[in-house]
T-cell receptor, first 113, second 114 residues
Framework: KNQVEQSPQSLIILEGKNCTLQ??????????LRWYKQDTGRGPVSLTI?????NTKSNGRYTATLDADTKQSSLHITASQLSDSASYIC????????????FGTGTQLKVEL | ETGVTQTPRHLVMGMTNKKSLKCEQH?????MYWYKQSAKKPLELMFV???????ENNSVPSRFSPECPNSSHLFLHLHTLQPEDSALYLC?????????????FGPGTRLTVT
């Protein structure tokens, strides 16, 4: 069964600090992996998309890594800001699955002063 | 928003009521989706429409009835709902149905069933 697990479930950090969110997946055959950011009361917005041949992809202060061998991904946030407070969702697609996405439950990040 | 809009943003309804959720996309996409997002659960795909034809129905109870009159509009008609149906209902759209087609989400409708 295709699954995506994320850790931690929630995280509180001080503004200006860095943090790393983890994603493990069992989706097969793997096609691509996305990280979404979902602000409270809003829909998810894509941050990055990676395929198995890409190890790292950045989007501003967000850097995603992918290890297709161990089926793990991480999202690193540098110099966090209050506006980074949101849920971060890892989403995996499988080859031949078309638009069927396997979603993680998300990591709820809160950035405090 | 100018991408994918949803109305209403919040809805409280009794179990005997009938209501409808509306989604509109302004992106020229061909596929539209309904998702359910419950607390601490992954997003659940409910329905997929491609060029106004339903192509996916993920064992959703019949008290949820989708309608797609054209490629820009999607409705979810609700009747005799249960309290466990309380959730955030998200609409999304994509240009195509491939695994590389980005899905763009609306802000969602927060539904509370009393």
């Amino acid at each position: 069964k295709n699954q995506v697990e994320q850790s931690p479930q929630s995280l509180i950090i001080l503004e200006g600090k860095n943090c790393t969110l983890q994603c493990n997946y069992t989706v097969s055959p793997f096609s691509n992996l996305r990280w979404y950011k979902q602000d409270t009361g809003r829909g998810p917005v894509s941050l990055t998309i990676m395929t198995f041949s890409e190890n790292t992809k950045s989007n501003g202060r967000y850097t995603a890594t992918l290890d297709a061998d161990t089926k793990q991904s991480s999202l690193h946030i540098t110099a966090s800001q209050l506006s980074d407070s949101a849920s971060y969702i890892c989403v995996v697609s499988f080859t031949g699955g078309g638009n069927k996405l396997t979603f993680g439950t998300g990591t709820q990040l809160k950035v405090e002063l | 928003e100018t991408g994918v809009t949803q109305t209403p943003r919040h809805l409280v309804m009794g179990m005997t009521n009938k209501k409808s959720l509306k989604c509109e996309q302004h992106l020229g996409h061909n596929a539209m989706y309904w998702y359910k997002q419950s607390a601490k659960k992954p997003l659940e795909l409910m329905f997929v429409y491609s060029l106004e034809e339903r192509v996916e129905n993920n064992s959703v109870p019949s008290r949820f009835s989708p309608e797609c009159p054209n490629s820009s509009h999607l409705f979810l008609h609700l009747h005799t709902l249960q309290p466990e149906d309380s959730a955030l209902y998200l609409c999304a759209s994509s240009l195509g149905q491939g695994e590389w087609d980005e899905q763009y989400f609306g802000p969602g409708t927060r539904l509370t069933v009393t």
